[in-house]
């Protein structure tokens, strides 16, 4: 499991929907599952979350790397 933490940013966000994208995006570009892959874990089995903070609000998107990786999500 993956878990990338942001804080809402106003001056270059517009909502918590594009903090937490950036948070997954961030994991994809940084490659951080190729830490785990090298480690013998397949990439059915890596789960990707970002977090999105403002205050006390907190959003969450991800699950399972496949998901992104087969529906073509762009990451950049």
Do not use: H
Not at 38 to 50: A, F, V
Request: aromatic share 14%; glycine share 8%.
């Amino acid at each position: 499991m993956i878990l990338e933490f942001k804080v809402f940013n106003p001056r270059t966000e517009k909502n918590l929907q594009e903090t937490v994208r950036k948070a997954v995006c961030q994991i994809m570009e940084k490659k951080y599952i190729e830490a785990l892959e090298t480690k013998g874990i397949s990439k059915e089995k890596i789960r990707i979350y970002g977090f999105a903070f403002c205050g006390k609000e907190v959003l969450i998107d991800g699950g399972y790397f496949c998901k992104f990786e087969t529906a073509g999500v762009s990451f950049t």
